[in-house]
C-alpha cells in the first residue's frame, strides 16, 4: 500500500482500536498490521504523541508472559478526537470514491 495513504489513516486506526479496548503496543501493531502493513517503529511514535495530546493515558499491567506491559486507554477527549477524524474520513473517503466512480472517468 501507498506510504501516504497509510499514514493518513493510521492515527484513526488506532483511536478506534484503543476506544474499543485498551491495548498494549506489540498488541496494537498487531491489530493494525491485520488492516494496513506496518511495524513498531510506526506504530509507537503515534502512541506517544496521542499520549502526550491527553488522548491516551497509560497504566503498567503485569504479563504472565513477560516484562510488565504498557497499557493505552483512550481519553474522553481522544473518544471526541477519534469521532471526528471518522467524520473527516468518511466525507474523504466518500469525495474520493464519488470522483473515482463517475461515468466519464475513464
Given at each position: 500500500?501507498?506510504?501516504?495513504?497509510?499514514?493518513?489513516?493510521?492515527?484513526?486506526?488506532?483511536?478506534?482500536?484503543?476506544?474499543?479496548?485498551?491495548?498494549?503496543?506489540?498488541?496494537?501493531?498487531?491489530?493494525v498490521?491485520?488492516?494496513?502493513?506496518?511495524?513498531?517503529?510506526t506504530?509507537?511514535?503515534?502512541l506517544?504523541?496521542?499520549?502526550?495530546?491527553?488522548?491516551?493515558?497509560?497504566?503498567?499491567?503485569?504479563?504472565?508472559?513477560?516484562?510488565?506491559?504498557?497499557?493505552?486507554?483512550i481519553?474522553?477527549?481522544g473518544?471526541?478526537?477519534?469521532?471526528?477524524?471518522?467524520?473527516?474520513?468518511?466525507?474523504?473517503?466518500?469525495?474520493?470514491?464519488?470522483?473515482?466512480?463517475?461515468?466519464?472517468?475513464?
Amino acid at each position: 500500500m501507498n506510504t501516504q495513504f497509510k499514514k493518513g489513516v493510521l492515527e484513526l486506526l488506532v483511536l478506534i482500536i484503543v476506544s474499543e479496548k485498551d491495548c498494549y503496543g506489540y498488541e496494537l501493531v498487531e491489530e493494525v498490521s491485520h488492516i494496513v502493513d506496518v511495524n513498531e517503529g510506526t506504530i509507537y511514535p503515534i502512541l506517544k504523541r496521542l499520549t502526550n495530546e491527553g488522548f491516551f493515558e497509560t497504566y503498567l499491567e503485569e504479563s504472565k508472559e513477560g516484562p510488565v506491559r504498557k497499557y493505552y486507554h483512550i481519553t474522553v477527549s481522544g473518544k471526541k478526537r477519534s469521532k471526528l477524524l471518522l467524520q473527516e474520513w468518511n466525507t474523504f473517503s466518500k469525495s474520493v470514491n464519488k470522483f473515482i466512480n463517475r461515468k466519464d472517468n475513464v
